[in-house]
């Protein structure tokens, strides 16, 4: 697995999230703004609600370029095969479904790339998997919270 490719990967698809999310709020700002949305009297709501989403998008911006940044910071590690799972760690495994690959990371929980046709999942210490996941070594069995007892076996870490 080249961890570079998929942090490059992971790196990109952050600054994408987060040029979509900026045209967004631009978008919204200019209908909070636009001379058209001014009310008319006190039940013309639509300059309001135009408002709400442009604040909305706002945030969203700033929890985009928080995580861009956070992400920035985490180390291009190489776990070795004794060593605990923690952050910044490629984790295949394997159950009666198949294999599964995971990358343990502090930002972007659920979205999925592929990286040298390899399908990888972004899971946070926060999410069921991602605690299940930390603190574990290669080999181990663990039991997914939440999926009705399913066990996954860690058959590689990077």
Same mark, same amino acid.
């Given at each position: 697995?080249?961890?570079?490719?998929?942090?490059?990967?992971?790196?990109?698809?952050?600054?994408?999230?987060?040029?979509?999310? @900026?045209?967004?709020?631009?978008?919204?700002? !200019?209908?909070?703004?636009? &001379? !058209?949305?001014?009310?008319?009297?006190?039940?013309?709501? $639509?300059? $309001?609600?135009?408002?709400? %989403?442009?604040?909305?998008?706002? &945030?969203?911006?700033? @929890?985009?370029?928080?995580?861009?940044?956070?992400?920035?910071?985490?180390?291009?590690?190489?776990?070795?095969?004794? !060593?605990?799972?923690?952050?910044?760690?490629?984790?295949?495994?394997?159950?009666?479904?198949?294999?599964?690959?995971?990358? $343990?990371?502090?930002?972007?929980?659920? %979205?999925?790339?592929?990286?040298?046709?390899?399908? *990888?999942?972004?899971?946070?210490?926060?999410?069921?998997?991602?605690? +299940? $996941?930390?603190? +574990?070594?290669?080999?181990? &069995? *663990?039991?997914?919270?939440?999926? +009705?007892?399913?066990?996954? @076996?860690?058959?590689?870490?990077?």
């Amino acid at each position: 697995m080249d961890k570079q490719a998929l942090f490059r990967a992971i790196e990109d698809s952050l600054r994408e999230r987060l040029a979509v999310a @900026e045209r967004s709020a631009l978008q919204a700002y !200019e209908a909070a703004t636009h &001379e !058209e949305n001014v009310a008319e009297n006190k039940y013309d709501t $639509l300059g $309001l609600e135009a408002s709400y %989403l442009a604040q909305g998008q706002a &945030e969203r911006v700033r @929890e985009y370029q928080a995580d861009l940044q956070r992400f920035a910071k985490l180390p291009l590690k190489v776990f070795a095969a004794d !060593e605990a799972i923690g952050l910044g760690a490629v984790v295949r495994t394997y159950n009666q479904d198949g294999e599964q690959v995971y990358f $343990l990371s502090p930002v972007a929980g659920g %979205l999925r790339l592929t990286v040298d046709g390899v399908c *990888i999942t972004l899971v946070t210490p926060s999410s069921p998997v991602g605690q +299940a $996941l930390l603190g +574990a070594e290669l080999g181990d &069995e *663990i039991i997914l919270p939440g999926e +009705a007892g399913r066990v996954i @076996e860690i058959t590689a870490v990077y």
